[in-house]
């Protein structure tokens, strides 16, 4: 760090009491200032719950697996089959009946782990003191 002579201004290494040019008493630097030290009151709670209860954990994992059903049978399952051309099929893929029944129910059964997931982690914060705030405006 670079420290200016009061006097001429030159500019001198740290290292150095005196200026390298006019030989003045370069001013010492300021100690440094003390720690803050906080006070943390330990009788104080938290305004929410900081730790998840195991019926949060298991209402999280059944949303999670709930939407990844959702998307994956609505959005990646393939209901075709491949079958042979002939003159009364001119593509290669028709849906199947049997795999659209199989999407349909992946994706009612996506549905229901979403909201029964959704209805434990509502349970859980109520029984827990977090009960919604109701809006009182119009």
Do not use: H, W
């Not at 005196?18 to 720690?35: D, I």
């Not at 104080?44 to 939407?67: C, D, H, K």
């Not at 992946?106 to 009960?131: E, M, N, P, R």
């Amino acid at each position: 760090m670079i420290r200016k002579c009061p006097k001429c201004g030159y500019p001198n290494p740290d290292t150095l009491d005196r200026c390298f040019q006019c030989g003045a008493e370069l001013v010492a630097k300021p100690p440094p200032a003390p720690p803050i030290r906080v006070r943390t009151n330990p009788q104080r709670q938290p305004a929410f719950q900081t730790e998840l209860s195991p019926l949060t954990t298991f209402a999280a994992v059944l949303i999670l697996i709930g939407v990844g059903a959702i998307f994956y049978y609505a959005f990646l399952f393939d209901v075709t089959v491949p079958v042979e051309v002939s003159e009364f099929i001119p593509t290669g893929r028709v849906n199947n009946i049997g795999l659209m029944n199989e999407r349909l129910i992946g994706i009612i059964c996506g549905f229901g782990s979403t909201f029964i997931g959704i209805i434990l982690a509502i349970v859980d914060a109520v029984s827990a003191g977090l009960k919604p705030r109701r809006d009182s405006s119009p």
